[in-house]
């Protein structure tokens, strides 16, 4: 089992930018697929972005142009920066990782973080 634990949550306002750290307690990120994800009350866990071992990226179409995703091998380290911030990323933020890939769908994740809590305010 892996051990992630995400940190760089906070509140901004409406346009401003955070950096979302994932760490692994392992080197993980060179054999594993690592996914963002993110859930706001009464709604459903939703993708966000992905990041496979050669560098291969995905995103949601609501954070294309917005959000990169990239990992730090040597510091087990997979970052979500997130810049142009809208209300409606309000969400609590979770790092998971894949080793096999099947989809982007949250059950095919295996490992997941504790979550950090991003709010937006307009």
């Known amino acids: 089992q892996v051990q992630l634990v995400e940190s760089g949550g906070g509140l901004v306002q409406a346009g401003g930018s955070l950096r979302l750290s994932c760490a692994a307690s392992?080197?993980?990120?060179?054999?594993?697929?690592a996914a963002w994800f993110r859930q706001a009350p009464g709604k459903e866990r939703e993708f966000v972005a992905a990041?496979?071992?050669?560098?291969?990226?995905n995103y949601t179409d609501s954070v294309k142009g917005r959000f990169a995703i990239s990992t730090d091998n040597a510091k087990n380290t997979v970052v979500l920066q997130m810049n142009s911030l809208k209300p409606e990323d309000t969400a609590f933020y979770y790092c998971?990782?894949?080793?096999?890939?099947?989809?982007?769908?949250?059950?095919?994740?295996?490992?997941w973080g504790q979550g950090t809590q991003v709010t937006v305010s307009s």
């Open positions: 998971a990782t894949q080793l096999y890939y099947c989809s982007d769908s949250a059950q095919m994740y295996q490992d």
């Open positions: 392992g080197r993980i990120f060179s054999t594993h697929r």
């Open positions: 990041i496979t071992p050669s560098g291969s990226t």
